[in-house]
């Protein structure tokens, strides 16, 4: 008797074991149903909150968001407020910021200064050409950053480059003559070399610092931005702005190169599809927004000084013949001579 109730007591605890074990089976499918805690993730821009490039960052996040059910959330952050982009582009690198949408800075890597090499195109014809997906400046600017354990995810055309200042200079075109100016230059030498060799003086300040730099003095002018960054950021500090051409300003859509790998096949094939129509909608919109920022900073009243095709072409065959070969030493030789076979085709 006592064995059969032995027998029945273990009878009973087993039922229960195996109860609780299709009970918690059942808890951990609902779990992966439900789905688990969304990847989310910081994006560092450098513009400020109004700027298309900052739009594009919100519309980027929100359309993840969306494409993904919830199961990647970013959080933006304009203005430098994760940092200079000098800093932020290491930092993604590290994993410790996730996502920028950046200049690239050359810090890390000469051949970087590739992307803002001056004069590969002097006006918007070409320019799709030129920076696409699968172009020569895409691929190489890729391959390099993924050494830093960094990818590439799209360019964002800004637009064409010029110099904000806050005195007249009246002696551009006139290259071999002093232009008495003291301009603030990115520390990247394919900005820093052709306007030293117009004949603009030059300083390199931090681009957090630049706005007191033009308050105070500290800096005269700057060069490093299209018509919209010197819109939204430096209209009440410039009184001129001369549309040089001088490059084309992409920022960079980043990525850590080890949390891309480590997201689903999925869920990267919409991360890189709503990238690319990122960077196409920046290049449909890129001139028409110069346009438009030019115009809102006459109504500001700053002097805007626009330069004929004839002067632009004559800016860029001087750069082209006085400044690339200064830059095969530090961007590379070969780079320069692909960059000069492209534009000789």
Same mark, same amino acid.
């Given at each position: 008797?006592?064995?059969?109730?032995?027998?029945?007591?273990?009878?009973?605890?087993?039922? !229960?074991?195996?109860?609780?074990?299709?009970?918690?089976?059942?808890?951990?499918?609902?779990?992966?149903?439900?789905?688990? *805690?969304?990847?989310? @993730?910081?994006?560092?821009?450098?513009?400020?909150?109004?700027?298309? %490039?900052?739009?594009?960052? =919100?519309?980027?996040?929100?359309?993840?968001?969306?494409?993904?059910?919830?199961?990647?959330?970013?959080?933006?952050?304009?203005?430098?407020?994760?940092?200079?982009?000098?800093?932020? =582009?290491?930092?993604?690198?590290?994993?410790? @910021?996730?996502?920028?949408?950046?200049?690239?800075?050359?810090?890390?890597?000469?051949?970087?200064?590739?992307?803002?090499?001056?004069? !590969?195109?002097?006006?918007?014809?070409?320019?799709?050409?030129?920076?696409?997906?699968? %172009?020569?400046?895409?691929?190489?600017?890729?391959?390099?950053?993924?050494?830093?354990?960094?990818?590439?995810?799209?360019?964002?055309?800004?637009?064409?480059?010029?110099?904000?200042?806050?005195?007249?200079?009246?002696?551009? !075109?006139?290259? *071999?003559?002093?232009?008495?100016?003291?301009?603030?230059?990115?520390?990247?030498?394919?900005?820093?070399?052709?306007?030293?060799?117009?004949?603009?003086?030059?300083?390199?300040?931090?681009?957090?610092? /630049?706005?007191? %730099?033009?308050?105070?003095?500290?800096?005269?002018?700057?060069?490093?931005?299209?018509?919209?960054?010197?819109? =939204?950021?430096?209209?009440?500090?410039i009184k001129y702005f001369y549309a040089t051409n001088d490059f084309f300003n992409p920022d960079s859509?980043?990525?850590?190169?080890?949390?891309?790998?480590?997201?689903?096949?999925? *869920?990267?094939? @919409?991360?890189?599809? /709503?990238?690319?129509?990122?960077?196409?909608?920046?290049?449909?919109?890129?001139?028409?927004?110069? $346009?438009?920022?030019? %115009?809102?900073?006459?109504?500001?009243? @700053?002097?805007?000084? $626009?330069?004929?095709?004839?002067?632009?072409?004559?800016?860029?065959?001087?750069?082209?013949?006085?400044?690339?070969?200064?830059?095969?030493?530090?961007?590379?030789?070969?780079?320069?001579?692909? /960059?000069?076979?492209?534009?000789?085709?």
């Amino acid at each position: 008797m006592k064995n059969k109730h032995m027998i029945m007591f273990l009878i009973i605890v087993l039922s !229960m074991v195996l109860a609780a074990c299709n009970s918690d089976k059942g808890t951990s499918t609902q779990a992966e149903a439900a789905g688990s *805690d969304p990847l989310k @993730i910081r994006i560092a821009g450098q513009s400020p909150d109004d700027h298309p %490039s900052t739009q594009a960052m =919100y519309h980027f996040a929100e359309q993840l968001k969306e494409k993904t059910d919830g199961r990647i959330e970013i959080k933006v952050y304009p203005a430098n407020q994760l940092g200079d982009y000098t800093t932020v =582009y290491e930092e993604i690198g590290r994993g410790t @910021i996730e996502m920028g949408l950046i200049s690239i800075p050359s810090e890390l890597d000469n051949r970087l200064e590739l992307l803002f090499t001056p004069y !590969m195109v002097e006006g918007y014809d070409g320019i799709v050409e030129a920076y696409e997906r699968g %172009s020569f400046v895409f691929n190489k600017i890729e391959e390099i950053s993924n050494e830093k354990n960094v990818q590439l995810l799209a360019f964002h055309a800004n637009g064409f480059g010029g110099i904000g200042t806050t005195k007249e200079v009246s002696n551009i !075109m006139n290259f *071999d003559e002093d232009k008495d100016l003291l301009l603030r230059v990115p520390p990247i030498d394919a900005f820093k070399q052709p306007i030293e060799d117009i004949g603009f003086r030059t300083v390199t300040i931090p681009f957090a610092d /630049l706005y007191t %730099s033009l308050q105070t003095g500290a800096a005269e002018g700057w060069t490093g931005g299209e018509a919209s960054l010197n819109y =939204y950021g430096y209209r009440d500090a410039i009184k001129y702005f001369y549309a040089t051409n001088d490059f084309f300003n992409p920022d960079s859509l980043l990525i850590n190169k080890d949390l891309f790998e480590k997201v689903s096949e999925d *869920d990267r094939k @919409i991360m890189e599809e /709503l990238a690319t129509e990122l960077m196409n909608k920046s290049f449909e919109t890129a001139e028409s927004n110069d $346009e438009k920022y030019r %115009s809102l900073m006459r109504d500001e009243g @700053i002097e805007v000084v $626009e330069f004929s095709k004839e002067e632009i072409s004559e800016l860029a065959d001087f750069v082209r013949k006085t400044t690339w070969p200064k830059l095969k030493k530090r961007v590379g030789e070969d780079i320069i001579d692909e /960059l000069t076979n492209q534009f000789d085709k």
